[in-house]
C-alpha cells in the first residue's frame, strides 16, 4: 500500500502531464500527414533537428523565443524535403522518413562537434530554457491548481491543440480537404482539389508541430541538447497515429498513456529497478498497444475490405480503385 | 538492358549529386571537403591492415544487408535489423562463455544460437505483420530499442565479467569463428556473407520459392490471385530475414569481439538497412554497397584524428546518398498512396 502511494499523487499526474507533452504535439503534428495518406516515419528526425536548432538558436540570440523560431525552421526544412521527395518525386515514404532521420542523427552530432567541440551534449553556454507559465489566482483551487499552473507555455500549446485540431478536421476547410485527400484521393481529384498542393501543406504543418516539440524537448521539458535525445519519441508517435488513425482525441489518449508509462516508469527507477528494464517501458507500451489494437481491429478491416469489393463490383468504373486487404495495412 | 543502365546511370548521377552536397556540409563545418575525401580514402585503402579493416567494418554491414535484401524483395520493411544483431550476438555469447565442446561443434552451437535469437526478436512483429497486418516498419523500430536495453540489462545485472566493466566474460576460443590474417581481426564471417549473397542471389532468380517472394514484393494481389498464400509468406520471409539479422550478430560476436558488451556494435543494422536500399533490394548489388559503407566507416576512424571533422560525418553522407537515389529505389509498397499501383517496381 505504501509503495502504492509512493507511486500515485498529484506529483505523478504533474509528471504525466510533463512527459505526454513533447510526445503529443509531435503526434499531433503528425496527424496532418496521417489524414493527408501520408506515412511520415521521419518525425523523429524532425523532432530532433527542432531540439538541436532551438539550442543553437537561443544561444546565438539569448532569447528563448527565437530558438524556439530556429527550432521551427529547422524542423520545416526537413518536412519540405520530404515532401519534395515523397509528394513531387513519388519516392517511397518509408525510405525518405528513415534518411532524413538518419541525416538529422548525424547531422545535429556532426555540427555539435563543429560547433562546441563536445561529443555527447550541451548545455550552459548562456542557454536559457522556455519561462515556465504560473496561472493568477491558482493558489484558491488546491492541489488542481497545483496541477495546471506552472508548466512551460509549449505545454499548455499541445493540449490546447487536441480540441482545436478535432474542430480543424470537422468544421475547417483545409482540415476537409486533408480528409478528403487521405481518404479518397479520386474524389479529391473530381472536386478539383489539388492532392500536391494539400500534402505539402500537411506536410509542412506536420514539421511545424514537430518542430515545436523539438523546441519543447530541448527547452522546456530540459534545458539543454543531448545527442538523440528524441530518444524514439517520434517513432512512437507513429505508433499511435497507426492505432489512432490521427483523430486528435485518440491521439492525446495514446499519448497520455505513454506519458503515463514514462512517468511510472521513472518512479519505478527510484525503487530500484535496473534502469534498463525502466527505461524500455515505453517502448514495450508502444509495441503492446500497437499489436493489441491491431487485433482488436480486426474484423473492422476485413469488412471494409468486404465492403469495398463489393463497392468496386457494383460500380465497375475503372477510376475507382477497388480497396482489397493491401490497402487495409495502411496506417 | 538499356532501362538497366539508364537506372545505373542515374544512380551514379545521383550519388555524384550527394557527394556534392556532402562537400557542401563539411564546408559548413569549416573542413576542407577535398582534404576530408583523402582522409577517408587513405583511412579506408590506405594500406593491407586498412584494407583489412575496411572488410571488417563491411562484413556486418554485408550480412545485414541481406537480411534487408529478404525482406524489401517481399515488400516488407525489416527496420529492426539492428535489435536482431544484439540479441543474436547476445545469445552467440552465452553459449559461447557457458559451455565447454569440441571447437567445431561449439561454434556451430553458437551461431545456431543467434540465428535463433534473431529469428525469435521478429517472430512477433512477423506474425502481427503476416495476421493482423500491424505496420511491420513501427514494430521492428521500436523492438530495436528494447532489444538493445535488454541486453545491456542481462549483460549488467545477470552476466557480467566480475571485476569488468558492463561485458559479459569472453568466449572459449573453441567458440572462435577464425581469423584470415594474421594482421588482422577480419575472420571468416566475411565469407559467410560473400557466400550468403550468393545464395540469396540464386534463392530469388533460380527458386520457384524465390520467385514467389519477388511477386508478393511486386504485387501483392496479382500473387494472391495466383494462389500464394501471402500471410504464411510475409512471416517466412520476416523470419528468414530475422535469422541472418541474428546470424550478423553472432558473427560480430564470436569473430571480432569474443564478448558481449554495451553498445556492441553500433548501427550496423541501420547501415545495413541502407546498404540494401542502395542496392535495390540486390543481394550482389549490396556486396559493393556494403564495402562501400564499410570503407566510409573505416576511414571515418582516420577523419577523427586527422581532420576536425567528426566521424558522424559519414552519417551525413550516406544519408544524403540515400535521399538523392530515393526517387529511383522502386520498393514497391507506399504505405498509404492509393494511387501507388502504377509505380514502376523493378527487382
Redesign the interface.
Known sequence: MEVLERLLNVTLVIATIRTTAPILLVALGGSFTTKAGIFNIGLEGQMLVGAFFAVIGTIASGSPWIGVLCGVAAALTLALIFALLVVTFKANEVVVGLALNILAGGMTVSLMKAIFGTRGSIFGHGLVGLPPLKLPNVKDLGWFGQMISGYTPLVYLAFILVPVLILFYNRARLGLYIRVVGEKPEAAEALGISITRIRYTASLLCGLLAGLAGAHLSLGYTTMFTENMSSGRGFMAVAILIFSNGDPLKILLGCLLFGFSDALSLRLQTLGISSYLVLAVPYLVALIALFALSYRSRPRVIQETLASMGRALSVKSNTIKPRTATDASKP | MSDRFDSLFGQTLAILFALGLGAL?IL???ESPARVFVTLLNGAFGSPERIAGTLLQTTPILICGIAACISFRGGL?N?GIEGQLFMGGFAATLVGFSFNLPPVLHLALAMAAAIVAGMAWIA?PAF?RAR????E???T???N??AI??T??LT??WFKRPGGQSETPPILESAYLPELFSFSRLNWGLIIGLVLALAVHFFFTRTARGYAVSEMGAN??FAEYGGINIGKLTFLVLIASGAVGGLAGGVEALGVHHRFMEGFAPGFG?DG??AA?LANGHPIGTIFTALFFGALRSGSLLLEVDT???R?????I???I??AV??Q???R???????A?E?RWKF
Open positions: 556540409v559548413t563545418v569549416d520493411f527496420i512477433i502481427f493482423y497486418k500491424t505496420n516498419v513501427v514494430s523500430i521500436l523492438a530499442y528494447v536495453l535488454l545491456s540489462y549488467i545485472n501483392p494481389k541501420f538497412v541502407i536500399l576536425t571533422a567528426s558522424e560525418i559519414i552519417t551525413v550516406q544519408a544524403l540515400i535521399l530515393s526517387a529505389i522502386t520498393i509498397r507506399k504505405a498509404s498512396d492509393s494511387t499501383g509505380r
